[in-house]
């Protein structure tokens, strides 16, 4: 777009399907440091990474918050009739791994027929608020596993309520975020609602889903021709201290990872292993 608006020899490159290839492929790369009438790239698509995050509580499913940055993600429920009890509880599997005092889950409750909603406590919740983001009971850190969470309702016995689940990060670190999984409430210790996650949900989602567990996300390898050539040059001699290192030239290959929203090798050392190519051959000649 900017080359078609503003004029300019920009970055061209081509992209190779690596899952379909079946045979070997030849592509003209020019080198980096100099612009020529050939490729300055070549990117070879791989199949898709899957990140097991966790597996559901029960059955096939649970719900999932979502991962990523600025979200404010919710999946709501309503009309949950309270009326027939003088206590009441919402119990759940929890998992989760949310920016410690930065992110949050929140629950909520609001009686049916009003606008606003009240997050409640429960034994997963805290009122930390150290970085000023917390807006009272909110869930973050880490539960290293499924947890049992327990939220007490008896304040809206005799009512009916509306539920929702809540979840908000920041525009820095993301971590994966809030799976749930059998949901129960009971009234007087009679069950009055449920939601496993398996069937027709009785949710409405806005930024929250069904998941199982798993998470996908786009890899590929970038692939580049330097040479000790214009401001490539300085790649032949490099001064390491009282001595000269020199790097390789040649076929520069790099990995490209978008599962990990960073760069923060010191965190996730050795995590980044490249794909091993199921597909024959990209024979990429150098011009």
Sequence with gaps: MLQNLHGGNWLSGQTIDGKTLKKSKTVLIDEAATKGTNHDAVRVDLPDKEIVVTTPAQGKYSYFSGTGDNLNATMTTTGIDLSKGSKAELTFKAWYDIEEDYDYAYIEVRETGTDQWKTIAGNITNDRNEAGANEG??????????????FDLSAYAGKKID?????????????PGLFVDDLNITADGAKVWSDDAEGTSTFTFNGFSKSNGKQYAAQYYLLEWRSYADVDKGLKHIKRGASLMSYNNGLVVWYV?????????????GERIPWRSRCRSASIKME
């Design 137 to 150: 009971h909110g869930i973050d850190g880490k539960s290293d596993g499924w947890v049992d969470a327990a």
């Design 163 to 175: 539920l929702q689940f809540r979840y908000t990060t920041d525009a820095g670190y993301a971590l």
């Design 257 to 269: 990872d978008q599962s990990y929203s960073d760069n923060w090798v010191g965190k996730t050392s």
